[in-house]
């Protein structure tokens, strides 16, 4: 069954650093979304790709969050530098179709800053 | 600000009982709505997707929408251990990009 893959699974790392995430969409996917789920609350969108091209990043702190999708497969969602308001779980998922279509999330990764 | 409001719960539902969650969205131009299924650590999955209103059934899930209410809900029949969990409401309020905005969740809680 088609998965969306992510990695790592686990991450800790200490305030100021730098730390990246990296997922695998569903093959033939081309619509691609971060989220980050913070503990007791529901996923909020960090940025959305089609293709290799950013659809919607307005809720990405940019100052020290990047994400990129190069060759419109595979993407890196970055931190630098971390702080403890980042800990959280990282989520991402793919649709085959823009516009509604239904998204299908990845394992995921949880950050801890400490 | 878009809002999609769920009771956080517990619901606690005895196994065997239909388990109604409840769903409100503050947008008139949503178009796509979704249920997730999400249990502790794990990651979101997708288990009802309704575009239309009225009624949808798959298995012992139905998912229901009033557009005109801005409500959508999600009915479990013959509710399962295993169905325990929480339940994340989630839509796609339109306007060209199409992230989900998801509710807090409810937590369905299956009494043996």
């Known amino acids: 069954e088609a998965e969306v893959a992510q990695s790592p699974r686990y991450k800790i790392t200490e305030k100021s650093q730098a730390v990246a995430f990296w997922c695998d969409p569903i093959?033939?996917?081309?619509?691609l979304y971060w989220y980050r789920q913070i503990l007791g609350q529901g996923p909020e969108l960090l940025v959305q790709?089609?293709?290799?091209?950013?659809?919607?990043d307005s809720q990405l702190p940019k100052d020290r969050f990047s994400a990129e999708r190069l060759k419109g497969v595979d993407s890196t969602l970055k931190i630098q530098p971390a702080e403890l308001g980042d800990s959280a779980m990282y989520l991402c998922a793919s649709s085959l179709a823009r516009l509604g279509g239904e998204q299908f999330f990845g394992p995921g990764t949880r950050l801890t800053v400490l | 600000q878009k809002e999609v409001e769920q009771n956080s719960g517990p619901l606690s539902v005895p196994e065997g009982a239909i388990a109604s969650l409840n769903c409100t969205y503050s947008?008139?131009?949503?178009?796509?709505f979704f249920w997730y299924r999400q249990y502790s650590g794990k990651s979101p999955e997708l288990i009802m997707s309704?575009?239309?209103?009225g009624d949808k059934e798959d298995g012992r899930f139905t998912a229901q929408l009033n557009k005109a209410s801005q409500y959508v809900s999600l009915l479990i029949r013959d509710s399962q251990p295993s169905d325990s969990a929480t339940y994340l409401c989630?839509?796609?309020?339109?306007?060209?990009?199409?992230?989900?905005?998801f509710g807090k969740g409810t937590h369905l809680i299956i009494q043996p």
């Open positions: 093959s033939g996917h081309a619509t």
């Open positions: 790709f089609q293709d290799e091209s950013v659809v919607d």
């Open positions: 989630a839509v796609n309020m339109g306007g060209g990009a199409d992230g989900l905005t």
């Open positions: 309704i575009y239309s209103n």
């Open positions: 947008d008139r131009v949503s178009q796509s």
